[in-house]
């Protein structure tokens, strides 16, 4: 394998041969140039893409998993249903705010070492949320563990940029796209099988088997950091994480408090506000977190966007489609989960042809073409629905699924590969910033345009509610989570019939708008990335 600018930038001064052998109080030098820890042996490539897939399929599953162990979590630990939700916000708001900051420290400090203390938090908070004895205890594990996983994919996706170059860089990216791919497709389905073979509490539990596996393989592996980098820039990591968390709380928020509301209102307020001090800061200040001189780049400014048009319909689909497959579709559990398999298993097996795709077409493409097709897939979910059109409903989502599978390939090495080697962590975590907080907006929105559609339908039939009852909201949350026994027992079949008509209103509408988000995602990559400025390791090409 052919060594990358990176790899030279990083290499450390040629010595006696003599010198360069392992000994405890030196580092050892890897075939790439870059350093292991002193006293231990240089690891080869194969190494280091397994322990960060592993950890990408790790963190996806506590995006998506989770969702499936809320109702008995609510029941076990006597919780309502705003503190239960937080188990899913709690998570996505850390991971969404802290991205961009554990990119920037990961160039600084290390990558590797990042990576291994990003996945000893995020083991220890799984364990504290699978053993919390209230449902208080598991919201902030939760926030806890959001910030572990920050930590391990800016730094895991910084890690693999540095390992490998050209052909084997697209390889390494296809399988880490894959990896992500599988964790989020599998999520809802291991989850579903843990809580029926076990309880809720394995759910989180297995994360810590798996961080622990991820930490034995990982302890070794060469470290690489931004040589220019000397500080952290401070005030933009407290002006721009309390934006993003600020942004993600009010859209969070915003289903039950109103849209309208002084909380969502004075959240985004905030968020704007922060926002604004985040560019001045970055501006003036002499060593900034993000260069903002690379929005200049329309290349860089599409390609750290193309997650959203993805993400914000996959996350959604992922939480959402279960519960409306078991309420509105009557599934079990189980059959929820597989009824997502023609969507998921596109996005797990597409990326692990990336090279051959790169030859034939172009990473310019494939990042187009996958949101293009996701768009359609989503106009024609628009006439389907679980009950009397099951085969389009699966035909529509294989559809999606390649959509999304095509562009989890090659979006990640893309991310890294418009900027400078040494600016890969702080490339990664804008990128993934961006990833995470589509996929926590996405899921919001989603969920209050259910939520609104439902309560509409309902409200217009209060009289027939039995009085003493529970009200249009309470038994529109329920009918949006796949319980319908609170509408059933209210108004009988007539406001069940009536509630699933207005739930599945809502179903059209959020097609529609998720299919014109990717639909921008396609237009955007198609005029604004211009080949050239993809270079050689992003193509799959030996540099």
Known sequence: ????????????????????????????????????????????????????????????????GPGVAL?????????????????????????????????????????????????????????????????????????????????????GSALLAHTFS?????????????????????????SGLLVGVASWHAVFLVNVLLGAVVLVLARPLPESKNPDARRVDLPGVLTFTLALMLLALGFVEGPSQGWGGAVTLGSFAGAALFLALFVVVELRVAEPMFDLSLLRRPTFVAIIWQPVSIVFAFAALLVYLPPY????????????????????LPVFILPLFTPTLVRLLSVRTLLAVGPAVLAVALLLMTFTDPVSSRTGLYAALLLAGIGIGLAFGVMDNAAVSVVPAERSGMASGMFNTLRVAGETIGVACVGGLLLT??????????????????????????????????????????????????????????????????????????TMVRDRDLDQSASGQDA
């Not at 930038?9 to 360069?20: K, N, S």
């Open 453 to 526: 559609s439902t309560r509409q339908q309902l409200a217009a039939g209060d009289s027939g509610t039995v009085s003493g009852g529970p009200d249009s909201g309470t038994m529109a949350d329920d009918v949006v989570q796949g319980r319908l026994g609170s509408v059933r027992a209210s108004g009988g079949e007539d406001l069940v019939d009536r509630a699933v008509q207005g739930l599945q209103h809502g179903w059209s509408v959020v097609y529609v708008v998720l299919a014109c988000v990717a639909l921008a995602g396609a237009i955007a990559i198609f």
């Open 1 to 64: 394998m052919s060594k990358s600018p990176a790899d030279s930038e990083l290499a450390p001064p040629r010595t006696d041969p003599e010198q360069t052998a392992p000994r405890a109080d030196s580092a050892a030098r890897t075939p790439e140039g870059r350093t292991t820890p002193p006293g231990r042996p240089a690891v080869g490539p194969t190494r280091v893409l397994v322990a960060i897939a592993l950890a990408a399929v790790m963190l996806p599953i506590s995006v998506t």
């Open 325 to 344: 497959f078991q309420g509105a579709g009557g599934a079990g559990s189980t059959m929820s989960g597989a009824m997502l398999l023609p969507l998921t």
């Open 166 to 190: 050209g052909a084997a860089r697209a390889r390494a990216f296809g399988i880490f796209g894959a990896s992500i791919g599988f964790g989020l497709a599998m999520g809802p389905f291991v």
């Open 71 to 155: 109702a008995d979590m609510s029941g076990a630990l006597h919780a309502s249903a705003a503190s239960t939700q937080w188990v899913l916000n709690a998570y996505n708001v850390a991971f969404t705010a802290f991205m961009l900051a554990a990119g920037s420290a990961a160039d600084l400090f290390g990558r590797r070492r990042l990576f291994l203390s990003g996945t000893a938090v995020f083991g220890l908070a799984s364990l504290v949320a699978g053993t919390a004895p209230t449902i208080l205890l598991v919201d902030l594990a939760r926030f806890v563990q959001g910030m572990g996983a920050a930590a391990v994919l800016t730094s």
